[in-house]
């Protein structure tokens, strides 16, 4: 099973930052906008059809800068290219 998204729902009410880690059995994933250079917060998460399961992390103390935000790079650069 391959990591394929980190989806940002952002903070809740109580301050928590909350993402979702979406993965896939499939190799070659692809979603909207993933071409995007630089991702400047274009890409979306890939389509239902390829997600196999959706883990959940809640917590105020992680903050991730995810690559669909980057002004600089785009999906393709932060994708493993040994498969």
């Given at each position: 099973?391959?990591?394929?998204?980190?989806?940002?729902?952002?903070?809740?009410?109580?301050?928590?930052?909350?993402?979702?880690?979406?993965?896939?059995?499939?190799?070659?994933?692809?979603?909207?906008?993933?071409?995007?250079?630089?991702?400047?917060?274009?890409?979306?998460?890939?389509e239902i059809k390829f997600?196999k399961k959706v883990g959940?992390?809640?917590?105020?103390?992680?903050?991730?800068?995810?690559?669909?935000?980057?002004?600089?790079?785009?999906?393709?650069?932060?994708?493993?290219?040994?498969?």
């Amino acid at each position: 099973m391959n990591l394929v998204f980190v989806n940002e729902l952002g903070p809740n009410y109580k301050g928590d930052n909350i993402y979702e880690f979406i993965f896939s059995d499939l190799d070659d994933v692809w979603g909207e906008e993933w071409d995007a250079e630089p991702a400047s917060g274009k890409p979306q998460p890939p389509e239902i059809k390829f997600v196999k399961k959706v883990g959940t992390l809640k917590n105020s103390k992680i903050e991730l800068t995810l690559i669909q935000e980057s002004d600089f790079f785009g999906m393709f650069d932060s994708m493993d290219s040994d498969q």
